[in-house]
């Protein structure tokens, strides 16, 4: 699915292809209208298609090279609206850079440059749960792919860097029928292995975080309001909030960004007619037809933004530019949960 919007600022570091990117501990206030870069990590609700990606999975397989014999990284271009709510639009990450309103689509030509890594069905951490598919790239690995191929290829600067993390939705989905396990203690080690990679990433230099936790999913069409998943979401979500401040308390040099998607979305949701959705418990069978945005009508179906919901699982682009618009307000107006 589609990924966040609006990450602002202009791009000063295509100039500097060769620069390895140390970054400089600037302490004091987050100041959005000066970051240049968003790094993004995550799953189906986060990633970005590009032209070396994996089509419909990812921004870049990190498999081709260029003439030189490097890994084409700052050259894949985002392939523009490609994401997981199909042609119609746009997603969160790409909605916070600002990526959707640009044409040429390399990440530096985003209003934030927009570099992501996220992969469409990933899962946390493959030592502890089964890939949600076994091509999935989960996130741990991601942050691997992160220091093996980003970090040297793009230059950043601590005060001027984001990195997005929203993961967690295939966990809590694909574990819920899972009757022998305690999940306090389970996500408790899922969430571990995610907070092990922010500290990679601050001790890269990155100090600013945004932190997402998991949807409402439950109350898609295919979560079926099933009881053990909306428990689970809970209980992923109480231990999430838990290590963010513990995270956000031991570094207090960086700013911690915490969105509560599932409150949002939950509160969209009680007042949906006001927003305009006039469906919020179902979706077109024929969402992926290639004419689907204009000629909706012929398959009996609502115009796609009057959904809440694109699929079994995932939102339409309105509800990703909702989101993406109050993280856009959080990110503005420095609302850390350490500041």
């Known amino acids: ?9 202009a791009v000063a570091c295509a100039d500097v292809v060769s620069s390895v ?3 400089k501990h600037h302490h004091g206030g987050f100041e959005w209208s000066k970051n240049e870069i968003v790094f993004g990590f995550g799953d189906s609700y986060t990633f970005t298609q590009g032209q070396y990606g994996l089509t419909n999975y990812s921004w870049n397989t990190f498999q081709n ?4 014999g490097q890994v084409i990284v700052k050259e894949d271009p985002i392939i523009l609206n490609a994401v997981s709510v199909h042609n119609c639009s746009i997603n969160d990450d790409e909605q916070i850079t600002y990526e959707f309103k640009t044409s040429a689509g390399l990440p530096s030509k985003c209003k934030h440059s927009l570099y ?8 946390i951490d493959p030592t502890k749960t089964t890939l949600h598919h076994n ?7 991601q942050i691997d792919q992160w220091f093996k191929y980003v970090k040297p290829a793009v230059h ?3 005060s001027k860097t984001l990195a997005a993390s929203f993961i967690g939705i ?6 819920s029928k899972w ?7 389970f996500f408790d080690g899922l969430i571990a292995s995610v907070f092990d990679g922010l500290e990679r990433l601050h001790g890269a230099g990155i100090e600013s975080f945004l932190i997402l936790n998991v949807p409402p999913v439950d109350k898609a069409p295919g979560g079926g309001g099933k009881p053990a998943l909306t428990t689970n979401i809970a209980t992923y979500n109480s231990i999430l909030s838990n290590y963010t401040m513990t995270f956000a308390k031991n570094h207090t040099e960086s700013n911690v960004f915490f969105v509560d998607t599932n409150m949002i979305f939950n509160s969209i949701l009680a007042n949906a007619s006001s927003y305009g959705f006039k469906n919020t418990t179902g979706y077109c069978p024929e969402y992926d037809a290639p004419d689907f945005n204009t000629n909706y009508t012929a398959y009996g179906c609502l115009a796609p933004y009057e959904y809440f919901w694109y699929n079994t699982g995932h939102v339409t682009y309105p509800v990703h530019k909702l989101l993406a618009d109050q993280i856009s307000d959080m990110l503005n107006s420095g609302t850390t949960v350490n500041k």
């Open 170 to 175: 295939n966990d809590v989905s694909d574990t």
């Open 21 to 23: 990117p140390m970054g």
């Open 116 to 123: 992501n890594i996220a992969f469409a069905g990933a899962d």
């Open 1 to 9: 699915m589609k990924s966040l919007v609006s990450f602002f600022v």
């Open 179 to 185: 009757t022998n396990v305690s999940f306090p203690d």
């Open 156 to 158: 950043y600067e601590s």
């Open 135 to 141: 091509f999935s790239i989960d996130y741990v690995t």
């Open 65 to 68: 090279l260029d003439k030189h």
